[in-house]
């Protein structure tokens, strides 16, 4: 399939010049679809760092000035902060601007736009782009992080279905995948495919480190705990809004591993074979089926 | 360093025609390490098929006669036939023949190397290469899959030390980095490192498969999801055996890992952001300065 340029942006503004801000600036910069590009980031040193990488042509001293000007403007910043910088931003936004956010949780992300735009709220696209590296950081951005990577908007009823149409054609535009899905379908399922699993990977990774020869453990720990806790090497401030933000559903799918855990348990102290086999069989062959992006 | 080639072997006898056994074959061959390999595996179609592919220059009709004229062996089967195939072998085994598993546990192989083969434990060396690839088969064999793996060996006082020192220098000279620890020490880390992951991504798995929708939240998985579970596509036969034979060490570490899960419950339960970020931080960092072979 032919991978369609994406519609050209005047100025594009990054909020949190970070792995996820980055790779976007550099993929919209090869795809030759922006004029210019301002970065803020809360820590003026990343922010920097991206300039020095030519990853963004601007600093801006605050999120309202970032925005100045931007005709697309990408928020990539803790889910918890998402409120208290579109409402610094909330005057200074051009009238025909987009605005998306990339955070993990949506039902937050949206619900604190609402808040914080008041009428403007149909400038702005929930966005989440299930993309990831093992390292976060600008120095890792990557203009071919979003090839291939599914990107989920979710639009609501206030969103101006003009601007859903752009930041669609946007995300095609540097090769994902996109669907739609409403803000709290979103979050069940991403509770279930990634907050559990990084709650999980953080879980085992303190229970080893934890241990009196830890030092000795890891040092023994080959591919597979490699991994596996890849993901327990993810940005804390991120990772505790997101598990925060949607405790409720990753609360119910922790509840769900549990019960599968217990069952497995149940066999090994039983010392049941056949039992454990019966329980490990259908996960292995599931995994061996299942691709990325399949 | 320099690698030195490996100590010459005249016979090999792969027991368990798989991605393990399959790769220590074409390891040898590429060294040019080894005369002839023959080949056993207890489904006739797998040791077809390392023929086929040139993995193996014969296949044996049993374990008995592929060990028949080997001065090395190698057992690449599930932990829990250990000594039903080292029984079988015993009388054919040549006097100066050394015999190596690949198995995850070792406490339990040692013992039935020891049942098995009586006075002649002496010609036993127990080895854990800590390999992996996320597809398992002889198809997926790579004479690279030991270069900078590490393997541990847990010979006891029974073991011959000029087996020891050839066990050694064989796996040194296909690239690896070896450490001897006694059994119980062996299984005891590997719970933690290992097996207890291994029993996490499988219950993980099973979880999300239950699901009513498990076909929409597979298909939203993204990368963080792939290496996450990537360890649950092992084999169920290998798996089983692991985790009933070391079944204690696993359930002790399964304790801790709940524990560890139980205070990250709380704190999303009580809406304590701080204590979240507390819990995940020194786990990020750890993970962080984590590197495999470190």
Redesign the interface.
Known sequence: MMQARPPAVERLAVIGCGLMGGSFALALRQAGSVGGIVGHSRSPASACRALELGVIDEVAPDAADAAAGADLILLSVPV?STGAVLAAMRESMRPDALCMDVGSTKADVVAAAASALGPRIDRFVGAHP????E?AGVEHADAALYQG??V?LTPTPQTDPARVARADALWRGLGARVSTLGPAEHDA??A???H????????????????D?AQ??????????????????????L???V??AN?TQ??D??R??????QS??AA??A?D?DA??A??????A???R?R?G?
Chains 1, 2 share one sequence.
């Open positions: 918890g299930i993309a990831g590296k390292r990577c599914r989920i399922a991403l279930a495919v990634s559990l699993p990084h709650l999980l990977a953080f879980a085992a990774f303190r229970a080893v480190a934890a241990q020869d000795t453990l890891l040092s023994l720990a080959g591919p597979g705990f490699r991994d596996f806790t890849r993901i327990a090497a993810g940005d804390p401030a990772w505790r809004d598990l925060i405790r990753v609360l799918q922790a769900r591993f549990r019960a599968e855990l497995m348990e090994m102290v010392g074979a454990i086999e329980l490990i069989a259908p996960a292995a599931g995994r061996s299942w990325l399949g």
